[in-house]
């Protein structure tokens, strides 16, 4: 009976170390410097099952802060973490998806057609973007300002929850 309780406390004490670690790491997301390039992007659109790229996207002006989640088709921490835009872009966050580090517009659409739930639109971004921003892995979280100021910048895998709270902070 006694070891009974001693592992609940452990699993207890395990679990808070787990959660409070991650909290910390979310919260120690860099803050960066610079901006995001004002050249629009071309837009991959989903018009029922089919993906065409049609248009440029310009961030809106005035809109707030919004999260830049740039991604891989090849990354498999893309393939934990992308499922949850769609659902925050529900929600009324503002959330941007931008494709970097792709061979083809089919790697992109494949990647995309393997979720059952996926933004309606995801830039496509390139290699210059990629080296204007200094993406060195990915996902790459930025947060940026109404005037594509980069607030904060972070890299890698983040809990949904935890990426949650991120997003509340800065107003998303």
């Known amino acids: 009976m006694k070891w009974i309780k001693q592992g609940a406390q452990l699993v207890v004490v395990l679990l808070a170390a787990l959660w409070l670690g991650g909290w910390v790491r979310g919260m120690m997301m860099s803050p960066a410097h610079g901006s995001?390039?004002?050249?629009?992007?071309?837009?991959?659109?989903?018009?029922?099952?089919?993906?065409?790229?049609?248009?440029?996207?310009?961030?809106?002006?005035?809109?707030?802060?919004?999260?830049?989640?740039?991604?891989?088709?090849?990354?498999?921490?893309?393939?934990?973490?992308?499922?949850?835009?769609?659902?925050?872009?529900?929600?009324?966050?503002?959330?941007?998806?931008?494709?970097?580090?792709?061979?083809?517009?089919?790697?992109?659409?494949?990647f995309l057609e393997s979720f059952s739930g996926t933004p309606e639109q995801v830039l496509m971004?390139?290699?210059?973007?990629?080296?204007?921003?200094?993406?060195?892995?990915f996902p790459t979280y930025l947060i940026v300002d109404e005037q594509g100021q980069i607030l904060s910048s972070r890299v890698g895998y983040l809990p949904e929850w935890m990426l949650g709270l991120y997003l509340d902070y800065y107003g998303i």
């Open 125 to 137: 971004g390139n290699r210059a973007l990629a080296q204007q921003l200094d993406v060195l892995a």
């Open 36 to 110: 995001v390039p004002g050249a629009p992007l071309p837009v991959l659109t989903q018009v029922h099952s089919d993906w065409f790229l049609s248009g440029d996207f310009a961030p809106p002006v005035g809109a707030g802060n919004r999260l830049v989640y740039l991604f891989a088709p090849w990354c498999t921490i893309c393939k934990l973490t992308f499922p949850h835009l769609e659902q925050w872009q529900q929600q009324g966050r503002a959330v941007t998806p931008v494709a970097l580090s792709y061979q083809s517009t089919q790697e992109v659409t494949d």
